[in-house]
């Protein structure tokens, strides 16, 4: 059967010219690749700002920054990219696009030009937020935005509205993002795959867009409070007029809360993918899984105040977000041991995806646990806005949702470009970023433990041992980073090709019984999945 | 125990003295720390005792998933085991790791509420301090004894003195008496702020338009520093917070001094910040 | 349009609806917020809406302390005419404060409130005072503003509250402006003027 669709495939190879296909894109693959070069761009950028600020950092004393609001702007931008045109394009727009269609049998998205908006609308964000950076003061307020800092009176001139209007059209593009996939999920999967045999991965989208869902539109109506506050007289976070500097941060973290999660959950998707492909083993408990996603999702929407425990509330709602909270905890833990106990009786091939995989679990734990710390209100007396927080923090997404990343690429790009990529240097590269990171982010728990606080551009003297080491670590990373582009660009040069299924009998999805490249139509005939095993 | 060994003493007579060798203590952070500063007050020990109890449940917890991560690469790798097994379920231990975390939640959820609770008592406080987080520097009122009033402004790196750290000396501390218990009521003047003390563990926001309140009661004798705590504008890192704790006697001597010191404080010749406003809150 | 297509539309269209619903709900949080806060009590909000008047007097005491605070934007003084009183559970008292304008032009400031520990506010109630009301002083004017309020004895029925000992009333004064025909001289306080000296390190 395959073959049958691959020759039809061929027929209907023929590619649009150059400017039809890339910037009038309807193809979920061309537009996935375009979502994953966006994230590239963004992660250099990103980067180099956070290398600025770890050079900084590495010694006491201001030696390169000596302007403390472009100190501040180089934190929030930093933020705001990494999070927003990094990470989520990457994993929702680059590997949700390219391979939730050809898991579940469909030709494309359901709405492919509403696709190729949501793309460009990220374009558009991105550089609204890098001249947000360049006009006026830029926006010296972390990616968070409290008011009354970041109101008129403290953020006059135009930095922190183009800030504003960045995460208007950000946003909008990832709901346009959330309903194009959550419709295709839902209406096009292909006969007999059944909502309970769809892949992980596809669960894992398919909770994420739930949650943008829910969560950015929050975000879009405190961002334009704050915008109305500053340029059109309203007064929502004033408190001299009636209004309260607390409700933005409230909004703020309904939205941002689910955030994290939206971060994260495509990355669990993508390690249950490889952990399975590379133990030769399905899933261990896949509707456990499924719904551990699931509570994790909707148990995310009721916690957000535990980033707000020093704002001066009630002490029986500290104690409800602390217990809140921590029952997170309950599905991530299922997690974590349904991957382990795939693993259990498994075949083992320890490629690099699997690599990246395993590090993931592992590093993930470490970030999960500093979790679980901060989430009592009372520990966290002594931990809110220290480094303690930064290197939760970065576990969780800057280590484990970027390995996810990786992930993702080592174990597709074969698929994605037809190619294989070389396997030595991969795997010194990741061992040069998983040092990297490592060296860069343990240290930031004792710097935080010892009390030093966020977003400072100089420190005490006696807290300069940590932040010398994490500098270092910056500096491996970068290493680690570097390492990467040659290795995709090795990749694409390579002339050793990769067929449909390079990794064996644990590649039981979908996506891997089309050819390498995938071809730029796919499953124009539905594949039949009735009667077939199911994915768990 | 050191408690009572001071109170033998003619504190008074130390300080005079210029007494500082009998153990008073520096609360920040020391070279290389990897763990919290001392606790320095019954709320910051309680806090220090359950992150004590969650640091290590949590390294546990990761040396387990280690352990057992280790394991399994080396039992069920593709050389040591060629047929990997088809099991994809067993009730048994889906159940175990998801009741077994939840008891654990619950253990750890006891002593953390409690502890919780008890910062957020209501003890009957001896003073009452008002603290006001500015662009950026700190104020403080004492209403209780005579409104004295002043800014505490960080002392710049080209004026410091021997033994002052860098980027935490203030011109004027906060001065405060040891062993007793004391009421914050933390505003802002500006933007949010954060008063923070780790040693004490207190850690409250100042909002513009509210006040917040924690009390505290510190333990030994000495001085105490730390940071603002919450991104404040371009001086954030250069507020820093200085409590000098000293006996009751040193506290009352001192307020006398400082009720002179402080009394034209309204036209404060430091050009911090030009208001519109001759006089600064006056409260009592 | 196909059926599949039909399908699709029908489908974005109803997640369409969800996010307006969820935009609508943060602008609605505005009054949602205010209003939970008055119900609950919730972060220091006094009940302000349906007071009655004390059931009884109670012997039991609590200290209520009074707090003044001045944005420095408004060039007043403001202060309470008593700092701590110690007053019996449903006695109604009465407590001042004073505000003098010192500056050279007339201004009008309004003042907003809260009370210490936020669990207490429930129980504190404030039949008459001078909060959100606003107030224009001629350079120069002392005018005092009474607050009449009582502690309701229920204050030591509640498990959370009964081991509280003081109670404070935080006012803050902010500056309004008002336009030239509510103002007495006419010159408006430029409120964003204020200039911060850059820190020397």
Redesign the interface.
């Known amino acids: 059967m395959s073959n049958e669709a691959t020759a039809h495939d061929h027929h209907h190879d023929h590619k649009p010219p150059f400017f039809q296909r890339w910037f009038c894109s309807t193809n979920h693959k061309d537009i996935g690749t375009l979502y994953l070069a966006i994230s590239m761009v963004a992660a250099i950028i990103g980067g180099l700002m956070s290398w600025y600020i770890r050079l900084e950092l590495a010694e006491p004393g201001i030696q390169y920054i000596d302007d403390f609001q472009f100190y501040n702007v180089l934190v929030t931008a930093h933020g705001f990219i990494m999070v927003f045109f990094v990470v989520m394009p990457a994993l929702i727009g680059g590997f949700g696009n390219w391979f939730v269609p050809l898991m579940i049998g469909a030709p494309d998205m359901a709405f492919p030009r509403m696709n190729n908006i949501s793309f460009w609308l990220l374009v558009a964000g991105f550089i609204l937020l890098l001249l947000s950076a360049v006009i006026g003061d830029g926006p010296g307020t972390g990616w968070t935005v409290y008011p009354p800092l970041s109101d008129s009176n403290f953020h006059p001139g135009p930095s922190v509205d183009f800030g504003i209007l960045s995460l208007h059209v950000a946003g909008a593009s990832s709901i346009l993002g959330a309903i194009n996939l959550i419709v295709t999920i839902f209406n096009m999967r292909a006969p007999g795959m059944t909502i309970h045999r769809m892949p992980l991965f596809v669960w894992a989208i398919l909770i994420t867009a739930f949650l943008l869902l829910l969560a950015l539109p929050v975000l879009a109506g405190a961002l334009t409070m704050l915008l109305t506050d500053r340029n059109f007289g309203t007064h929502f976070f004033d408190p001299g007029a009636g209004g309260d500097p607390v409700l933005w941060q409230h909004l703020f973290w309904f939205f941002g809360h689910p955030e994290v999660y939206i971060i994260i959950i495509p990355a669990f998707g993508i390690i249950s993918q490889v952990i399975s492909t590379f133990s030769q083993k399905p899933v261990f408990g896949y509707l456990g899984m499924a719904y551990a996603m699931s509570a994790i999702g909707v148990v995310g929407f009721v916690v957000w105040a535990h980033h707000m425990f020093t704002v001066g509330f009630d002490v029986d709602t500290r104690a409800y977000f602390t217990v809140a909270t921590m029952v997170i905890a309950v599905p991530t833990g299922v997690k974590i041991f349904s991957w382990l106990a795939t693993m259990w009786g498994g075949s083992i091939k320890m490629e690099v995806p699997m690599l990246y995989a395993l590090a993931f679990i592992f590093l993930f734990v470490v970030g999960g646990v500093t979790g679980i710390t901060l989430a009592n209100a009372s520990a966290d007396l002594v931990f809110h806005d220290t480094y303690f927080v930064v290197a939760h923090f970065h576990y969780v997404m800057a280590i484990a949702a970027i390995l996810g990343m990786f992930c993702g690429f080592f174990y597709w790009i074969g698929k994605m470009s037809g190619k294989q990529y070389p396997r030595g240097l991969a795997k010194l590269q990741f061992w040069v970023f998983f040092i990297g990171v490592n060296v860069l982010f343990f240290p930031q728990h004792f710097s935080g433990l010892a009390g030093m606080p966020r977003r400072i551009p100089d420190y005490p003297d006696p807290y300069v041992a940590w932040n010398y080491i994490s500098s270092v670590g910056a500096l491996i990373t970068a290493v680690g980073t570097l390492l990467f582009f040659v290795v995709l660009w090795m990749t694409l040069r390579s002339k050793e090709t990769v067929g449909a299924n390079q990794w064996g009998v644990g590649a039981t999805t979908l996506e891997w019984t089309v050819e390498s490249p995938a071809p730029f139509h796919t499953h124009e005939e539905l594949p039949d999945m009735t009667g077939k095993a199911p994915a768990e | 125990m050191l408690k009572r060994f001071f109170a033998l003493l003619p504190a008074g007579l130390i300080y005079l003295l210029g007494g500082q060798a009998l153990a008073e203590v520096e609360m920040r952070s020391k070279p290389w720390q990897m763990w919290l500063q001392e606790p320095m007050s019954e709320s910051a020990i309680k806090v220090h005792d359950l992150n004590l109890g969650l640091m290590v449940l949590e390294t546990v917890i990761v040396i387990f998933v280690l352990a057992l991560m280790v394991y399994i690469l080396i039992r069920f790798n593709e050389k040591n085991n060629p047929v990997p097994s088809k099991t994809t379920h067993n009730t048994l231990l889906e159940v175990v790791w998801t009741a077994v975390p939840i008891l654990i939640l619950v253990v750890v959820a006891v002593p953390s509420l409690k502890a919780l609770y008890f910062t957020d008592s209501n003890p009957d406080v001896e003073m009452n301090i008002k603290v006001k987080g500015n662009q950026w520097y700190w104020s403080y009122a004492y209403p209780d004894n005579g409104d004295i009033e002043f800014d505490s402004l960080i002392i710049p790196e080209d004026e410091l003195e021997d033994g002052q750290p860098r980027l935490l000396s203030v011109d004027n501390p906060l001065v405060l008496p040891a062993h007793t218990k004391i009421r914050f009521l933390i505003a802002s003047n500006d933007v949010i702020h954060n008063f923070a003390m780790p040693s004490l563990a207190i850690k409250v926001d100042a909002t513009p338009g509210r006040v917040n309140e924690v009390w505290t009661e510190i333990n030994e004798v000495g001085d105490y520093y730390a940071m603002c705590s919450e991104l404040c504008g371009v001086n954030h890192g250069f507020m820093p917070i200085h409590i000098k704790a000293v006996s009751k006697e040193d506290f009352a001597k001192w307020v006398v001094e400082a009720k002179e010191e402080f009394a034209d404080n309204s036209s404060s010749d430091q050009p911090k910040t030009i208001r519109l406003a001759e006089a600064e809150n006056v409260t009592r | 349009m196909s059926q ?1 297509a039909k ?2 539309a029908r ?2 269209f109803m ?2 609806t ?6 609508g ?3 609605a ?2 009054p949602l ?1 205010q209003l939970f806060c008055q119900v609950t009590g ?3 909000t006094l009940n302000t809406e349906n007071v009655a008047a004390p059931t009884g007097v109670s012997d039991k005491t609590v200290k209520v ?1 009074f ?14 005419l008593q ?1 701590e009183v110690t007053v019996k559970l449903g006695e109604e008292n009465l407590a001042f404060y004073e505000a003098e304008n ?2 050279s032009k007339p201004t009008t400031g ?1 003042a ?1 409130f ?1 009370v ?4 207490a506010a429930p129980y504190f109630t404030k039949i008459e005072c001078f909060c ?1 009301t606003e107030q224009t002083l001629a350079p120069g004017q002392i005018v005092s503003m009474p607050v009449q309020y009582y502690v309701d004895p229920e204050l030591f029925e509640d498990l ?1 509250t009964k ?4 109670i ?1 009333l ?1 006012y ?1 004064f ?3 402006e008002l336009d030239e025909s509510e103002q007495e001289d006419g010159e408006k ?1 430029n ?11």
């Not at chain 3, 969800?18 to 935009?23: E, G, N, S």
């Not at chain 3, 707090?67 to 309470?80: C, G, S, V």
């Open positions: 599949r399908k699709n489908f974005a997640l369409t969800l996010v307006a619903a969820m935009i709900l943060s602008f949080s505005v917020y919730y972060g220091g302390r707090d003044a605070n001045i944005n420095p934007d408004l060039a007043w003084r403001f202060k309470p700092r010192v500056g309004q907003i809260n210490t520990p936020f669990k959100f959370d081991e509280i000992s003081t404070t935080s803050t902010y500056p309004i306080i409120l964003s003027a204020w200039v911060t000296a850059p820190n020397k390190s």
